[in-house]
């Protein structure tokens, strides 16, 4: 049986021009359990039919014991759920959401070095995932995020990332900017640092993908396609 949740608006913060962080109180529970990586579904206020009002998505927050979550969310021009969440959403408002769902996980024993591949929110799964492993100091084999966006002031959580990159052995961070250069980030897309990085073909990498369509086929085809990575190394999410 699917259990609902009401979650209350605690905190919303702009995370970019078009990207807000929203924290969600779970009402009725002491802690909210999941695994890094899943999501969530909300029933928003936007539509008659069910298929209409259902939106997910990722916890951008760790398992941290407690009944709070963070998500971020990108503002889509004539998005129904977003335009509701940007304009009518604020402090207190209640909504109404099922979960946690997902597979997109960390694996039981991280055996093989993890690269994370987003462009934009696709970032918020691996963001929970990269802080369970460094708050619960999970041994693993290296940990690559690759972020894609098109200008600098699209970056999200840079400069917890970079500093997480000082002070966690084994993490790197490195950013693709599209339409804009700038010192120490790659001029282009997220393909292009991966693409050069792991080249040599290792049976001992998984790659993990999210974000909208586009990217991800295109990383798939690639992976796979081209640099000849097997199936079962590329373990993707998609947004739509
Ligand atoms: C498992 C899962 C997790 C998700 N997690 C997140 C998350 O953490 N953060 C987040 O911001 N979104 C996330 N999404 C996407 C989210 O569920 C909504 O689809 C998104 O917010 C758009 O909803 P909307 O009602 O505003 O737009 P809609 O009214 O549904 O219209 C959006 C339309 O634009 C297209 N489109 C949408 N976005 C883009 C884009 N960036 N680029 C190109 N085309 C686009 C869609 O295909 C669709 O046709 C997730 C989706 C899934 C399935």
Redesign the pocket.
């Known amino acids: 049986m699917t259990t609902w949740y009401n979650g209350i608006i605690k905190k919303i913060e702009d995370a970019s021009p078009t990207t807000k962080r929203f924290w969600l109180e779970v009402e009725g529970v002491d802690r909210f359990d999941f695994k890094a990586g899943q ?1 969530i579904t909300m029933d928003l206020p ?1 539509g008659e039919r069910r298929n209409q009002r259902w ?4 916890i ?1 927050s760790a398992p941290d014991g407690s009944n709070t979550l963070e ?4 503002h ?1 021009d ?6 509701w969440l940007f304009n009518e959403a604020t402090i207190g408002t209640a909504i109404k959401f099922k979960g946690p769902d ?1 597979t997109f996980t960390l694996p039981e024993s991280i055996e093989n070095e993890l690269v994370m591949v987003c462009t ?2 696709g970032v ?1 799964p691996f963001r929970s995932m990269i802080w369970e492993v460094f708050n619960q100091k999970i041994p693993h084999k290296g940990i690559h995020l690759i972020f894609g966006t098109r200008t600098a002031d699209g970056i999200l959580y840079q400069k917890e990332f970079e500093e997480l990159a000082q002070k966690m052995p084994g993490f790197r961070f490195s950013v693709a900017l599209s339409r804009e250069e700038q010192e120490g980030c790659h001029h282009g897309y997220v393909h292009g640092i991966y693409q050069t990085a792991y080249a040599e073909k290792r049976p001992d990498r998984s790659f993990y993908l999210c974000g ?1 369509t ?1 990217m991800v086929d295109e990383a798939v085809a690639k992976l796979i396609v081209e640099m000849g990575y097997e199936r079962g190394q590329v373990k993707y ?4």
């Open positions: 999501f936007i939106r997910s998505y990722s951008a998500l971020c969310i990108v889509l004539g998005g129904l759920a977003t335009n997902g934009g929110t918020a909208w586009k999410e998609l947004y739509g």
